[in-house]
């Protein structure tokens, strides 16, 4: 998709984008829901803080595990080249996007904690769909799938931003020359999105 056109590229990043944000308003809903019909005994003190730990690479593991949520930002630095007015655009993305990602994210978390318990919440390979089990009842099947559209977007992402890099990194005399070819009938650096 990548190799073939930029703008459905584009496209597919935007829709996936949604359906995860969409996916993220569903669970926070519900477990808002679920707070406001009393269901408070996960949010207490002593169960959010049972069995925690100071420990400084404990501490650290935690903030490297919630990088990955907040990472769409870098992105944009590799595709500087194809945003419509860059200097105005770049900065306008991250400064509305991390606040959003970070207040969906925040209100995400208080829905998990609302429903799961510590244990679940640890145990789980995926708390998304553990909680969409729990919750959503014949519908649970649902969170997969907007799991798989998010993991789906996130690789395309990559690829897309990745690609460019290697392709200006060409461009300077920093990678191979060949990887400085681009399709003239798609306009996409084909070689760098193969590699």
């Not at 900065?91 to 679940?120: D, G, H």
């Not at 729990?134 to 907007?146: N, Y």
């Not at 996130?154 to 060949?178: C, D, E, T």
Request: with cysteine; charged share 10%.
């Amino acid at each position: 998709m990548n190799c073939s056109n930029v703008k459905l590229a584009a496209k597919v990043t935007e829709i996936v984008s949604i359906t995860k944000v969409f996916a993220l308003v569903m669970i926070i809903i519900a477990g808002f829901i679920h707070l406001a019909k009393g269901h408070t005994d996960n949010l207490s003190w002593d169960a959010l803080v049972a069995d925690t730990t100071s420990s400084p690479g404990r501490i650290a593991l935690s903030f490297y595990s919630g990088l990955f949520s907040y990472a769409g930002w870098n992105y944009l630095n590799f595709v500087t080249e194809e945003i419509q007015e860059p200097n105005k655009n770049l900065p306008r993305a991250i400064y509305i996007s991390l606040p959003l990602v970070t207040t969906i994210y925040l209100l995400a978390n208080i829905a998990y904690f609302a429903v799961l318990s510590s244990t679940e919440i640890l145990s789980s390979g995926a708390v998304a769909v553990t909680f969409g089990n729990k919750m959503f009842g014949v519908m649970r099947w649902i969170i997969p799938l907007f799991v798989a559209c998010s993991t789906f977007g996130a690789v395309n992402s990559g690829i897309f931003a990745s690609s460019r890099l290697f392709f200006v990194g060409a461009r300077s005399g920093h990678m191979p020359r060949s990887m400085a070819l681009i399709n003239l009938k798609h306009l996409t650096p084909i070689p760098c999105l193969i590699l």
